[in-house]
């Protein structure tokens, strides 16, 4: 098969199709955004004075060398959802895609260049998506390209990443595409009769991923209390402990969180089907534990998010409390002496700041998730379209139908969210309940300005003071949890609404006739 005819075939199909191509196409410009901004932000230029500071920018994040890194990982760290969306874009109108597929068998090609056929379409979707990308990105870099009153750039909009950088971008984007996509096929085999999957799962998911949540969060609540029992006996922990507990463990609860996402739904159908009573939760049920692992993908994309936010939300409160420690040791001082404070909130405003930005990170991240969630959803119910009208044509409602649904993607996301929400905030718990507050230890004159000014005459006049710390109470964050996780299940349930729409077209007696 000639290169040609590879991409006249991938570009042939019906409106699915189109809809698919588009779609990952979206997500490839997304994320060719997202990758385009991190690469700009490592590519600011250090100046050589003695502090280091880009004094150009208006934030401090793209001021300091040492935090651009971590605002370039959090762009990176969106391409997660994104990832997530492009997976369950690829799976768009897969019925209607093996049908095609074998009717390229059926004209004489091979299951290799039947392959290749998908293969060249999400490449070529792909690489239209990134163009699209760059486009909006280099359009976005002239249009906010803005300065303050001070002359301050809000973005680091004065740079562009290297050419070689952009051109690396633009081709590994649909390459790496190309190779996912056929390694999603490779236990795919297409017949002229059809294709058949060879990677059916029979089993029940593991229950690994709860044990070793639980012994993670026991390592990181234990830590703090570990860490006072050492200090107690004039000893440190080791360095290999701090570095597994703060770096190994949170990405194995996090591998776990996702991970357990095919277990919490076989339990969850499990229990609806031994305690429902409602044919909508019998028939949700009966779903769940069939097919445990349908919607795991996209879902376990959302509990990465609420992980992040869980973790967003604990250090949140604890800045929040160092903040207000250090207000409290200043109102003392200023109550005490009658001078204001020297130490200024400028830093704890920069860490709650950049709270807002991480904030504002999951918020994205949890919206395009939830564009994930809704084609999941509405291929779902597509793909489902027959066995759906059998049941209607046998006399069970519309409505029983539309109930299962909503009871087989929004029940198993309730628990998973709550784990995953709690867990990420449990995360900042072993840093403790309490921060504290250093003092302020200074000398003031009693006197009037002119002998306060002498420094023989002050000298009688002269006075120590000395405002000890302040220990403050790490709170719950208990609104930033409450809308975290509120804001995650009101987004299933908006997807699961909007696809609910499908659901008349996709019952129709019409569909029971033969392809």
Known sequence: MSPGTALRLALAGTRTDTLRVTLTAVSAALASVAVLCAVTVLAIRTPDTGDGLSVQYRSDLMQQPGLR???????????IPVLALAAQCSRLGAPARDRRLAVFRLAGATPGQTLAVIAVETGLATLIGTLTGLAVFLGGHRLLDRRNARGELWLPTDVLPPAWAIVAICVALPVAAMLVAALLLRRVRVTPFGVARQATRHRTPHTWPGPVLAVG???FLGFAPLTAWFGERAKTVEDWFVYLVFVVVPLVMAVSVIAGTGAIAYLVGVAMRRWG??????????????????????LAALLACVLVGGVSAGFRARFQALADAKSAVDLRWTAVTGEPALSGPHQDGFYLNAMDLVDLAVAVAVAITALALLIAAADGLVSRRRTYASLVATGVPRGVIARSVVWQVFVPAVPAVLIAGLSGWLVTRS??????????????CTADGPICSDPVASAPFLRTVDVGPIVQAVPVPVPGLLLLIGGALLAVLATIGISLLFLRGSTAVEELRAA
């Not at 370039?72 to 969106?78: E, Q, T």
Request: a positive charge; charged letters at 10%.
């Open 69 to 79: 890194p971590g605002v370039a990982i959090a762009l990176l760290l969106l391409c």
């Open 217 to 219: 969060l026991a390592l």
């Open 277 to 298: 009573r409602a044919p909508s939760t019998l028939l949700a049920g009966a779903r769940l534990m069939a097919d445990p692992w349908s919607g795991s993908r996209v």
């Open 431 to 444: 840093l403790g309940t309490e921060i504290r507050s250093g003092g302020i230890q200074g000398t003031i």
